[in-house]
């Protein structure tokens, strides 16, 4: 039983088993290897289901200003590694039958989709917003800055567009600051 003590503000604990009607059960915790992500809720809005709150406000922002630029949210995809075969015998645990032994099976092509294209003219930018970075986000955005680094152009509806640059807001006021940059840019190019 819980109890407070009348001397003290601390709580004494007199029988384990037992809780008194004051007292509420602990909720059980979610281990961080548990959960893929925590915290993140999944969302719908416009009949589009966004992974986050974070992605559907930056959905949002970016409708407030689709007279001026267009964007497409997880259009656009870049191929990382091509899948291939290896000539080398692998010997490891098949995830299906539980047992060691050869594996035969291709390796898988890896790929990223970042959460918006943003374009107009011949310019685009890459929005990636993440609240929090995982080790397979880590691992794939370094595989992508390795194929951006010498510059790329985004092919979309047969159009090429150069990227500008890529962005991975973390909060609101990230993505809101991601947007004026983006249309400080337009603007100017407006002015000339």
Known sequence: MIEKSKKSKRFTIKNKNT??????????????????VKNVIKCEY???????????????ELETQKLFID???????????NSF??????????????????????V?????????VVY??????IIETKGLRT???????KLFKNIIKDGHEIEIDSVKYKLQSVH????????KLVLEMIMYVRNNDLRK
């Open 19 to 36: 809780l008194t009607s004051n007292s509420k059960p602990k909720k059980k915790k979610v281990l961080p290897s548990q959960a893929k």
């Open 135 to 141: 080790d397979s986000f880590t691992l794939k955005f």
């Open 71 to 81: 964007y497409l949210y997880e259009k656009v995809s870049f191929n990382l590694m």
């Open 85 to 106: 075969k290896n000539d080398i015998p692998f010997y490891e645990r098949n995830n299906s039958t539980k047992r060691y032994g050869l594996s035969t099976s291709t």
């Open 46 to 60: 416009n009949g589009i289901d966004f992974k986050s709150k974070l992605e559907m406000f930056m959905y949002k």
């Open 108 to 116: 898988r092509s890896m790929t990223y989709t970042p959460d918006f």
């Open 120 to 125: 107009y003219g011949d310019k685009c930018w």
């Open 168 to 175: 991975v807001p973390t909060n609101h006021t990230e993505c």
